[in-house]
């Protein structure tokens, strides 16, 4: 039985089609439909960072290097099921729609 706060355990990919640089498209959640490329890939958690896609505020203490902390946005994981390779999805929606013509 899972005790309460007990973290689910997640099984990491072998294989990953997904990689640094590549162009993806979100095809699920709340940021479905838009565009960004990795900036990484967390092989352990299954997850990767897409530059300008569920962006998050992160309080920052001051340091020395920014004496005025403040507020900060960065990219947080997103699952790696709900990204796709842009070119591949693109492939599939030109199938769509000559499927659809065909039928017409």
Do not use: H, Y
């Not at 355990?9 to 960004?36: H, T």
């Not at 902390?69 to 796709?84: D, H, L, Q, W």
């Amino acid at each position: 039985m899972k005790k309460r706060g007990q973290k689910k355990c997640i099984v990491p990919l072998k294989k990953f089609p997904v990689k640094r640089g590549d162009e993806v498209i979100v095809i699920s959640g709340s940021e479905r439909g838009k565009k960004g490329k990795v900036l990484q890939v967390l092989r352990e958690k299954s997850k990767v960072i897409v530059e300008g896609i569920r962006m998050m505020k992160k309080a920052v203490r001051p340091t020395q290097e920014n004496p005025q902390g403040g507020i900060i946005e960065k990219e947080a994981p997103i699952s790696i099921s709900n990204v796709m390779i842009f070119s591949r999805w693109e492939e599939r929606q030109k199938k769509k729609k000559s499927a659809s013509t065909t039928e017409a």
